[in-house]
């Protein structure tokens, strides 16, 4: 059997066993779901040193980073979805109009079936967490597809996970490009991807075949305006502070900063006592600063170095041999400037100067939407005006990424940076289909037989768009109160 046929019959095999668990009702009933739910936070809680090892030897990020950047946020969404699940899954009753008063109108919530989770290398623990966490919400099952570029962790799913989880239910797929391409031909009921823009268009291309909906959590270039109203020492230390979580590999961070003239000389002085001041020991000595992630992408990142036209205010290093890559800072930068291209994801910050919030608003919208925008300012009006006048997947005002640890919010991007959204609920819903479900009273046909059937007099079309008007509130209630009291009021009257 060659390669190909190996990967096709792993791939069949997980497909057709997630199937066969979601048609057996395994994940149907909401005591099931809580279950699943504890279990996966017992993997969460339990193999802490476990998953603290793996994305060392991947990343080489510290335990405190991936305690707080990922089992804490994984946590907090398990917890989330275990409170309010029941009341996610209850059937939301449906506006209806007069003509449909005495019926029944419901909103239920839908597993879709089997979901392929295809997860990125840059947090290969949280970004697989994340959806499934959403789909077992759902009752969805799901076949796992952790990315091979961070081996420890795709092993740890491998290994780890199907002793908490039903691993027919929620098996776990490893391979490169094959394995995704083989992955991504299944007829799947929906398809969930976090990554690159680019990888984003295949997966929405192979999903077409099937019309299968996608989730796309992809990146963009995510700006962070800073104005002459704030207070630039504060502003600085936040950036820093996430630009070099993960050494800069993260989708929610500033790609670049549009600052306003006045302020550049001073926002660069303020950065550099910011990273002398959170990494008293150097940037390559410290223990929280992770490495590149591989080969091919620390030269990516020091060919756009080579290329910007711009001037390198702060250079903190490089070490190909061990992919160390201090934070970059880099100044006069153009528009058309190498690190203006594409989402750089990296540890390099540029900075472009703009004469006014105007012309920042203008640069923007005539690029792809971000996934983030970054406003740092206490000007009321400027702070409106950079949020009425652009889009994006979200706004953070004074601050860097703080929203990937709400656990009740949406998160998700627009046009280029993706589509759908999961967290908290809006994730619960992103994973369910919204079925209608109409009761209809098999009495009152004398209702149907003036209103429906036959021509009808203008008089008794003007009626009948009257009656299937759908208001605001819903009146039943008080259409029943009133009924009650019509009858009361004839019964007394006898």
Known sequence: MGETD????????AVGNARSSFRAGKVKTYEQRVCILKRLREFVVKEEQSICAAIYEDLKRDPQEVNTMSRAVALSEIDTALANLASWMKPKRGARPLLLITDSVKVHS???GVVAVLSPWNYPF???LRPLINVISAGNTAVLKPSELAPATERLFVERLP???DSECYPVVTGGIPMSTE????????????????VGRIVMRAASANLTPVTLELGGKNPAFVDDSIDLRNVAQRIVHMKSAGAGQICVNTDYIMCLRSVEEKLVEEIGKAIKKLFSEGMELSPLYSRIIHDRHFSYLKDLLDRTRGTK?????????????GLMVVTNVQPDDALMENEIFGPILPIMAIDSVDDGIAYLREREKPLAINVFSTNRSNIDKIIDGTSSGQVVVNDV????GLSRTPFGGVGNSGMGAYIGEAGFNNFSHQRTVVHRSPRMEFLNEWLRYGRQPR??????????????VDYQPYFILAVLCVGITVFLSL
């Open 6 to 13: 190996q990967i096709l019959a792993v791939v069949k095999t």
């Open 110 to 112: 839908q597993p879709y």
């Open 126 to 128: 949280l970004l697989l």
């Open 163 to 165: 002793v908490y989880l």
């Open 183 to 198: 992955l991504l031909k299944q007829h799947f009921d929906h398809i969930c991807f976090t990554g690159s823009s680019n």
């Open 313 to 325: 205010a702060i250079d903190s290093g490089t070490s190909a041999e061990t992919r160390y890559m």
């Open 401 to 404: 990424a703080v929203q990937v």
């Open 459 to 472: 008089s008794t079309q003007d009626l009948m768009g009257m009656l299937l008007a759908t208001y605001p």
